[in-house]
Nanobody
Framework: QVQLVESGGVLVRPGGSLRLSCAAS????????MSWYRQAPGKQRDLVAQ???????NYADSVQGRFTISRDNAKNTVYLEMNSLKPEDTAVYCC?????????WGQGTQVTVSS
């Protein structure tokens, strides 16, 4: 059974940094594109960053240059390094993978950016 478990979300001050982790189990995730999404209160869920199996990355314009997605296939873990955090980055951050026409989501981790 595929499971995605996020961790690392906390309250952080504007300008601060944070690293989120997504631990995956139940499949060989090295074969798939892994993604981070986020959803702020009252807003739709948006793509933040993606990393393909070859290591190519893609970012939302709003986080380009501040966030970095990476993966450790040996650990089946995907990371999201977040720098220069802004209040508008406040959201629940979720890990996502699509395997054989099935979407899998983690439960999410709350990131709050506030002074």
């Amino acid at each position: 059974q595929v499971q995605l478990v996020e961790s690392g979300g906390v309250l952080v001050r504007p300008g601060g940094s944070l690293r989120l982790s997504c631990a995956a189990s139940g499949s060989d995730f090295s074969m798939y594109t892994m993604s981070w999404y986020r959803q702020a209160p009252g807003k739709q869920r948006d793509l933040v960053a993606q990393i393909t199996r070859s290591g190519s990355t893609n970012y939302a314009d709003s986080v380009q240059g501040r966030f970095t997605i990476s993966r450790d296939n040996a650990k089946n873990t995907v990371y999201l390094e977040m720098n220069s955090l802004k209040p508008e980055d406040t959201a629940v951050y979720c890990c996502y993978v699509r395997i054989v026409n099935t979407n899998y989501w983690g439960q999410g981790t709350q990131v709050t950016v506030s002074s």
